[in-house]
């Protein structure tokens, strides 16, 4: 397969260094392979404790509790 990219001219010889070595059924390309694909392909996971147990400063959650109901209270027979 033929891939054509863009990139800056500095990254222009890693580039083309990722391709050739990916393209070998090589030890070296596997291990490549893996690394690009979990750095790239495989973000971590965020949970809920990840977010609000975060550093991030209290207007980054602006408006997202503050949200009107959607309809009238329901009865829960408890």
Same mark, same amino acid.
Request: charged fraction near 30%; glycine fraction near 6%.
């Given at each position: 397969? *033929?891939? %054509? ?10 580039? *083309?260094?990722?391709? %050739?070595?990916?393209? &070998? ?7 490549? *392979?893996?690394?690009?694909?979990? @750095?790239?392909?495989?973000? %971590?996971?965020?949970? @809920?404790?990840?977010?609000? &147990? ?5 207007? @980054?959650?602006? &408006? ?6 959607? &309809?009238?209270?329901? %009865?829960?027979?408890?």
């Amino acid at each position: 397969m *033929r891939v %054509e990219v863009q990139t800056a001219k500095k990254d222009a010889s890693l580039i *083309r260094a990722l391709a %050739e070595t990916l393209r &070998g059924q090589t030890e070296q390309a596997d291990a490549l *392979r893996s690394t690009l694909a979990n @750095a790239l392909l495989h973000p %971590e996971v965020k949970t @809920a404790f990840d977010v609000f &147990g975060s550093d991030l400063p209290d207007e @980054a959650f602006a &408006g997202v509790f503050d949200q009107p109901r959607q &309809g009238e209270w329901r %009865e829960v027979d408890l």
